[in-house]
């Protein structure tokens, strides 16, 4: 689910593909034009900022293997498998439509959250998408991913969840009784292989929890405003997350993180962040920035987020 390498479209891809028609009838059901202005009504006025998500014919079922969905960088494509859908919505007992629409969000969050090129070397060139940086050797579409793709996929999915939930019940697809029982399930097996990153979530929640002890503000408040500028480009570059975790975290905590490839490393490092280093906390000038930005983010949007 990770944005990753660029491809270029497949020249055997054709239309009548029976796959590719089956998927294509599937991305039509989905009001994307719901999607974003839901994902619109996220971001502060004075950001001017539109949503730009990926439409349904950029969206192929060719490239994924083993996994439901991915963000395809450039050109901006969707990579999608109802197979692997179905068989996760098998394993998992959930109901299919509901984690197909669910994981098309969640890329559709990536390809929302992709605000474009940060930076160009001779070699290289770097892409903001949300809070993670991917660097593309020219040439060979070789990609590295920054030191936040964990973190990324936790706000992705996160705010998926948020979006898929509101959508449904908007559109009529499920009453909130259905879908507060979807979640329910999606969260037990929290800790299994391809477990929708429930651990990435809860080490968001993790953080804005610590960031609300320390700033005295409420939750929400710092998680709206993170979303605010997640879908901007105006969050944090690595740089300041790097003084950031230098400065808060526990020793070698993003690069851990980096480097997790099991779910019980996710957790040690979001126990690790419920503890941090507490005196530096409230010194760092990350926080104040954080706190900054949920003061501007309440202020634009008039005091009425709930
Ligand atoms: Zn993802």
């Given at each position: 689910m990770?944005p990753?390498?660029?491809?270029?479209p497949?020249?055997?891809?054709?239309?009548?593909?029976?796959?590719?028609?089956?998927?294509?009838?599937?991305?039509?059901t989905?009001?994307?034009?719901?999607?974003?202005?839901?994902?619109?009504?996220?971001?502060?006025?004075e950001?001017?900022a539109?949503?730009?998500?990926?439409p349904p014919?950029?969206?192929?079922?060719?490239?994924?293997?083993?996994r439901?969905?991915?963000?395809i960088l450039?050109?901006?494509?969707?990579?999608?498998?109802?197979e692997?859908?179905l068989?996760?919505?098998e394993?998992?007992?959930v109901?299919?439509?509901?984690?197909?629409?669910?994981?098309?969000?969640?890329e559709?969050?990536?390809?929302?959250s992709?605000?474009?090129?940060?930076?160009?070397?001779?070699?290289t060139?770097s892409f903001q998408?949300g809070?993670?940086k991917?660097?593309?050797i020219?040439?060979?579409?070789?990609?590295?991913?920054?030191?936040?793709?964990?973190?990324?996929e936790?706000?992705?999915?996160?705010?998926?969840?948020?979006?898929?939930?509101?959508?449904?019940?908007?559109?009529?697809?499920?009453?909130?009784?259905?879908?507060?029982?979807?979640?329910t399930t999606?969260?037990?097996?929290t800790?299994?292989?391809?477990d929708?990153?429930?651990?990435?979530?809860?080490?968001?929640?993790?953080?804005?929890?610590?960031?609300?002890?320390?700033?005295?503000l409420d939750?929400?408040?710092?998680?709206?405003?993170l979303?605010?500028?997640?879908?901007?480009?105006t969050q944090?570059?690595?740089?300041?997350?790097c003084?950031?975790?230098?400065?808060v975290?526990?020793?070698?905590?993003l690069?851990?993180l980096k480097a997790?490839?099991?779910?019980?490393t996710v957790?040690?490092l979001?126990?690790?962040?419920?503890r941090?280093?507490?005196?530096s906390f409230?010194?760092?000038?990350?926080i104040?920035?954080?706190?900054r930005?949920?003061?501007?983010?309440?202020?634009?949007?008039?005091?009425?987020v709930s």
């Amino acid at each position: 689910m990770n944005p990753e390498r660029s491809f270029q479209p497949p020249e055997y891809l054709e239309i009548n593909d029976p796959k590719q028609r089956e998927l294509l009838e599937f991305v039509r059901t989905v009001d994307l034009g719901e999607v974003a202005s839901l994902l619109q009504s996220r971001i502060s006025t004075e950001k001017n900022a539109e949503i730009d998500l990926v439409p349904p014919e950029r969206i192929f079922s060719k490239y994924v293997s083993g996994r439901v969905g991915r963000y395809i960088l450039r050109p901006r494509e969707i990579d999608f498998s109802l197979e692997d859908a179905l068989r996760l919505a098998e394993r998992l007992g959930v109901d299919e439509k509901f984690l197909k629409t669910h994981y098309l969000i969640h890329e559709q969050i990536h390809a929302a959250s992709d605000t474009g090129c940060s930076d160009e070397t001779l070699l290289t060139r770097s892409f903001q998408v949300g809070s993670a940086k991917t660097t593309q050797i020219k040439g060979i579409g070789l990609t590295i991913s920054g030191l936040c793709r964990l973190w990324d996929e936790g706000i992705t999915e996160k705010l998926s969840r948020e979006v898929f939930a509101s959508y449904a019940v908007k559109t009529g697809m499920a009453k909130q009784k259905e879908i507060d029982d979807y979640f329910t399930t999606i969260k037990k097996h929290t800790g299994q292989k391809r477990d929708c990153y429930s651990s990435e979530v809860k080490l968001v929640d993790a953080f804005i929890g610590r960031i609300a002890e320390e700033t005295s503000l409420d939750p929400e408040t710092i998680w709206n405003s993170l979303v605010d500028s997640f879908l901007t480009g105006t969050q944090f570059d690595d740089q300041e997350i790097c003084k950031f975790a230098k400065e808060v975290l526990p020793e070698n905590f993003l690069e851990d993180l980096k480097a997790a490839s099991s779910h019980s490393t996710v957790e040690r490092l979001t126990r690790e962040l419920h503890r941090g280093k507490t005196n530096s906390f409230k010194s760092s000038s990350f926080i104040r920035k954080m706190r900054r930005m949920a003061e501007d983010y309440l202020e634009s949007m008039g005091r009425t987020v709930s």
